[in-house]
Structure formats: C-alpha cells, structure tokens
C-alpha cells in the first residue's frame, strides 16, 4: 500500500509501468475511487508511468474532516507529483477528476505536460443571462434554443438530485446512482454501486456540495498546454461545459465517443484508449521527445479482453 502524508491527508496511489518513462496521472470521478481507470492502467503502463490515485475523501485516502474546496485537491494533487519527484506530467481525468486536473493545468502549469479531460464541469456559474448574451449577440437562434433546452435539463437534473439526495438513504442513492451510471455498460452496475454505497450520507452530501461549487471559469485561459476533451455521445450533462472549454482554451481536440456516457473511459475504453494514445503520441513528438511506440498490438490486446 503506497500513501504520501500531506497536512491533514494521507493519499493512496498506485504506480505501474517503467520509472524512466513520461508520466501520465489518472484523476477519478466524484464517489468513485482509482479503480475507475483499470481498462486504462493495462494499456498504458506498457509505455508509460502511469499513476492512479483516490482523491481525499474516497477509496483508501484519508483526510481530516473539513472544508472540501477544488483548490485543495488541486494541491493533493501536486503533494502526489512532488512525492513521486515528477517534474512534469499528462493529467487525465474524469467529471470531478476532469475539473481536479483542469485547476491544476491552470494554477501549476510549468507541472502539467498534456491535459486529458473527460465529462468535465467548468462551473456552475452559467446563470440564464450569462449562458444566454452570446447566442443573443451571435444572432443564433439555434444557438439560443440549445442553450435553453440545456440549460433547463441541468436545473431540473441538480433540482431533483438534490432533492432525492435528502430523502433517500445511501443504499437507494448508490442503487439509483450506478443504474444512471451503467445505462451504456450494464457490467458496471455493481462497482458503481460498491463504490457509491461505502460513503456516509453526510461525507456523500459534503462531495456533491463540493462539485456543484467547481469552478474554473476565470482560469481557463491561464491553460498552456496540449488539451483533449473526449466526450460520450449520451454525455449531455456536461456538453455545454465542454464547447466552453474548447472555446477558451486554444488548440484544443474534442473528441465523441459511441455509445458512452458520463463514465466515458469504462462505457467504451477501447475508443478512448485510441484517441488518448493518439493525442500523447502527437504531444510527445511536438515536445521533442521520443514518440511512444506503435499503439495497434496493447489496443488489439485490450479490445480482445473485453
């Protein structure tokens, strides 16, 4: 068992592959813990220094009770590549570990080589007239509709949530949470739920209350380096989010994959290795560094394990 002690947390984390290669860190999901990753871990580790880790909170890390804020896992996160005396490293991550790895590209980026970013929240500060003023200035009335049909299916999902989330108990909570989260991978029902049901009512409505206060929105142009939005076609909930974040941040690749939802790296793992091994490889070779060896033999491998 690895753990590095910080103040007032102890972080577990794996590290799998060669010590000499680049460094990739794998950021999880709000609930979920680094097992989120293993359809990833097997593909990459042959090439790569790829670490997981539970972010405060969750699986095996511990923490002393308190505040949780964004920033605070943006510098456990940094307490991780400071541990492991990485100097530079490709960050990915998903929903919370999506926005974990979007601060840090923004607040440390001298520390953040690539950023891969999956069912990634921004903020929650898209109020009606913010989301609205730039269709309305873009004469856009396409632009308008979607924004007020996407705009309405978030309120209504927070609303309810939030609502279902005081009255129910935890194991009706973590049955409802990974039926949602399963609905492209039914296979994935019982570790959605495993993970889910583990955590008190009260440390579950301290995480929720934490994600829905993210925000990064004033940093997204403080982002330097290469980024990756990879997006499930059925992933609506952040779909907003993400054009934001492609509209800010220069250069950025978006990338839909089939039949995927917000859980997109375990609802088709063999697509988003394919565009994640693309993307490193084309980053690493505008980096002047070694290109990572051909892809088609791990990715035949994987898609034969699934």
């Not at 896992?73 to 100097?87: C, Y």
């Not at 989330?165 to 949602?180: F, N, V, Y």
Request: net charge negative; glycine share 6%; hydrophobic share 45%.
């Amino acid at each position: 068992m690895a753990t590095v002690i910080g103040k007032g947390v102890q972080l577990y984390y794996e590290v799998h592959g060669s010590e000499t290669a680049p460094a990739m860190i794998f950021t999880h999901g709000a609930g979920w813990d680094h097992r989120q990753w293993e359809p990833q871990v097997d593909v990459f580790s042959r090439n790569f220094r790829v670490i997981v880790w539970d972010v405060r909170y969750h699986g095996q890390s511990v923490a002393a009770d308190g505040p949780i804020d964004a920033e605070t896992f943006s510098r456990d996160l940094i307490l991780l590549l400071d541990h492991l005396a990485i100097e530079k490293a490709i960050l990915v991550g998903c929903s919370m570990g999506g926005h974990i790895s979007l601060r840090t590209a923004a607040l440390y980026p001298e520390r953040v080589q690539a950023l891969v970013l999956m069912g990634t929240p921004v903020t929650s500060a898209f109020n009606w007239f913010n989301r609205l003023q730039i269709p309305f200035r873009q004469r856009s009335m396409q632009k308008f509709v979607m924004e007020v049909v996407d705009m309405s299916l978030q309120f209504f999902s927070f609303f309810f949530y939030g609502l279902t989330m005081r009255i129910s108990s935890m194991q009706s909570l973590a049955k409802m949470h990974a039926k949602a989260l399963s609905m492209y991978n039914p296979s994935l029902q019982d570790y959605f739920y495993g993970v889910t049901s583990v955590h008190s009512k009260e440390r579950w409505m301290q995480i929720f209350n934490a994600v829905s206060r993210m925000e990064a929105l004033a940093e997204l142009t403080k982002v330097q380096c290469s980024t990756l939005v990879i997006e499930g076609d059925g992933e609506w909930m952040m779909r907003r989010q993400h054009r934001y974040i492609c509209e800010c941040i220069p250069g950025t690749v978006h990338k839909v994959i089939n039949h995927a939802g917000h859980a997109t790296n375990l609802d088709n793992p063999v697509e988003v290795n394919q565009y994640l091994a693309e993307f490193i490889a084309a980053v690493l070779i505008d980096d002047k560094a070694d290109p990572c060896r051909c892809w088609c033999e791990p990715l035949e491998l994987h898609a034969a394990k699934a």
